[in-house]
Structures are given as C-alpha cells and as structure tokens.
C-alpha cells in the first residue's frame, strides 16, 4: 500500500500567504524524509482556505526539495485550462523530476471558480472526458492530433518533449459527491481519488469502485485496485484526547464555515453536504481520525474491509495545529501505522516473541559462556602469575 498526503491545502484565513506556502513546502519535505511515497496538492480560486492555484508550480517548487517522493496534482482543474498545456506542463515535470509526477484531474470543486470562469456548472464533468482523452493522445501519439473540440481546439498538434514515464506519468480522476468521477476513471481507464471524511460520497464505499470497473468493461479498459486512493484525515497523538485538543478549534471552524453550508454553497441534505456538527462527533462518524496509530491502523483495516481493498492512504491535510505536532502526528504514522501495511517490520515482533519464550534456556546458556569466558581468564591469569614467580 502507498501512503502520502492530499494537500489542498486547507490555511485558516488571514495568515499570510507567503508563511503558508512555505509551511507546506516543509511538510513535504518532512513526508520525503519520513518515507512517504506521494504527495498531491489542489487547484483553488476562491473561498480564502485553499490557495495552491497551480499545482504546477507547487510540484516544480517541491521537487527541488525533496529526492523521492512523487508529486502530484490533486487535481488540475481540466475544463479550466486548454489541455494542450495541461499535457506540456506535465510532460516538462515529469522530465525534471525524473518520473515523480502524478496527474490527477478533475472537473472543478468549487463554485465560485467556475463562476468567475465564466463555465457552465452543467458541462464541467463532460469537459472532463474531453480534456483527458486529448492530453492522453498527446502523450502517447507522435503527432498528427487533430480534435475539434465543443471548448478547444487542436491542429496537427504534438508534444515536442514526451513524458519521462512511459508511455506516461500515473493519471488519476477525483471523486467527491456524484458518481461521475468513477464513471470517468473508468471510462478514462485511470485510476480513482476518492475524498472522504467532511464531504459525503455516492453509494457505499465497495459499490463506487464496482462503478468504475462496471464503465470500464463498457469502454474496453482495464482498471486495477492498487490505483486507487483513499482520502481521509488524521492527527495522531500520544491519545485521543490530546489529538482531539490539538485541532479542535481550528477543525470546527473548517465544518462549520467551509464543509457544512457557506463555501461549497450547498444545502442540508443535498448531496455532498454535512452538517455542521463539531468536530469531536464527526470523529466519532469516521469522518476525520482523531487519535493514536493504533487508532488509525483500526481505522485503515476497516476500510480495507468496507471497500474491498484499495492501493494508498492519503491524509487529507489540514492546517490546524502547531508545526511540531503537524510533523509529530506524520511521524507517528510513518513508525508506527505504515510498516504494518507495506509489510516493513519484517520479523522483528515475531524474533522479540521468540526470545520472551526462551528466555530462561537462553539466560542459561548465556550464563555457560560467561562462566567459560570468565574462567578462561581467570586460568591464563593464574597461569602468568605462576610462570612470573618461577623467573623470580
């Protein structure tokens, strides 16, 4: 299983933009030192939480600091951009980081960029499958890419520079309220980024990915659970009750101003909508992890088992407690949380239970050798001490 971060990212208003910015420059330079294997960062133009309007960017300025971890955008807005230049963008990172780019894609979250945008909320998931099927044939075709398009047009177009990974870089399509993202994944073939936690999804978790393989079968593509992610968030501490403390003003005020009503200009019941109860409650709904690693290990087994089975776990972030205990909470899921997932720890618990259970035969035994050792010296002692008196 894969793990990383969906950063959106989420900053209270009215702090400034350029700390922000630099703040989740080092978280992700933190997750590339702890091991994490994927990072996405989101597109946003309004609604004052969100303030990555280029995930481009954000991944050229993230690449410089980090060595492993693969940067993705989560997501590029597809109807807000001509995918000639979505491709070439994309293409050009992906050369630069040598293969650590993700493209996820969607059609446009919030409201007000559409609006200020000037599209349609009608046609945006439409333009979706449109842009992503030609920035694909631009990735993989040599040339010749003629599209007369319902928003954009390409003649004979090309890449002049191809994608580092081959035949190109992951793909992945967001779902949030409606099934439209999974019938995209799988008409697209891509794999799936599921968001969880403050916003409420279509259908049971196993039922949405049986959506995507059911569109595939009808599209002639082959789609893989190992691609698809799980968005949820968490903060670990030492126990609930501190983890809870930890984010609990920060947490209310992102439901009750962002998630339940205000931003997303939704209503009580329509779909996508929560309510905006505190944050402790939704906790206790499995909407957000608020605990210790062994809470989030029940938590991602839980999961596994609703679902399926899925291939990464993405902490959705949020900006709602000190730096500390920000790297603190990422750190306890790295030791703690991740091994038991992609197998790391090996036998070490078993070799401990091993020696616990031959305890006393080993004491023992080690007892023989260290009287052996001890009178091996006490011998070669006596030995010198009796030879140094004869020459005397």
């Not at 046609?123 to 599209?147: D, H, N, P, S, Y």
């Not at 003003?249 to 939704?266: D, H, I, S």
């Not at 618990?349 to 006393?360: D, G, M």
Request: hydrophobic share 40%.
């Amino acid at each position: 299983m894969k793990f990383g971060i969906f950063l959106p990212p989420f900053h209270p208003p009215g702090q400034d933009p350029a700390l922000a910015y630099e703040r989740d420059l080092e978280l992700v330079q933190w997750l590339d030192d702890l091991g994490y294997d994927e990072a996405y960062f989101g597109e946003h133009h309004s609604a004052g939480w969100e303030i990555i309007p280029s995930p481009d960017i954000f991944i050229a300025a993230a690449a410089q600091r980090t060595r492993r971890i693969k940067l993705g955008a989560g997501v590029v807005s597809i109807p807000y951009h001509h995918p000639f230049h979505v491709a070439n963008r994309y293409a050009m990172l992906d050369q630069i980081t040598r293969g650590r780019v993700i493209l996820g894609c969607g059609p446009g979250a919030l409201p007000g960029d559409a609006y200020m945008l000037g599209i349609d909320p009608a046609t945006q998931r439409k333009k979706l499958i449109e842009g992503v099927k030609a920035i694909k044939r631009l990735f993989t075709e040599e040339g010749g890419v003629t599209i007369d398009g319902s928003w954009f047009t390409l003649n004979d177009a090309h890449l002049q520079v191809k994608p580092f990974q081959k035949p190109h870089m992951p793909i992945f399509v967001a779902s949030l309220f409606s099934p439209s993202g999974m019938m995209a994944a799988g008409e697209l073939g891509t794999g799936l980024l599921t968001l969880l936690g403050f916003v409420k999804g279509f259908g049971e978790l196993r039922d949405r990915w049986a959506i995507v393989e059911e569109t595939a079968a009808e599209f002639g593509n082959t789609v893989d659970r190992r691609d698809w992610r799980l968005t949820l968030p968490f903060h670990l501490a030492d126990s609930r009750s501190e983890a809870l403390s930890d984010v609990r003003e920060v947490g209310n005020l992102l439901v009750q101003q962002y998630f339940a009503v205000p931003t997303r200009q939704a209503t009580p019941g329509q779909p996508g909508a929560i309510d905006a109860m505190p944050i402790e409650q939704l906790a206790e709904e499995g909407g957000v992890i608020l605990g210790t690693p062994d809470d989030a290990i029940a938590k991602i087994r839980e999961l596994q088992e609703i679902s399926g089975g899925f291939g990464g776990f993405l902490n959705m972030a949020v900006d709602w407690t000190t730096r500390e205990k920000t790297r603190r909470s990422y750190e306890l899921f790295a030791r703690y949380v991740a091994p038991v997932f992609t197998e790391n720890l090996g036998s070490i618990p078993y070799s401990w239970q091993w020696t616990l259970a031959r305890r006393e035969k080993l004491a023992a035994r080690g007892g023989i050798g260290v009287k052996l050792a001890t009178q091996e010296y006490l011998d070669k002692k006596a030995a010198r001490e009796k030879e140094d008196g004869a020459v005397n």
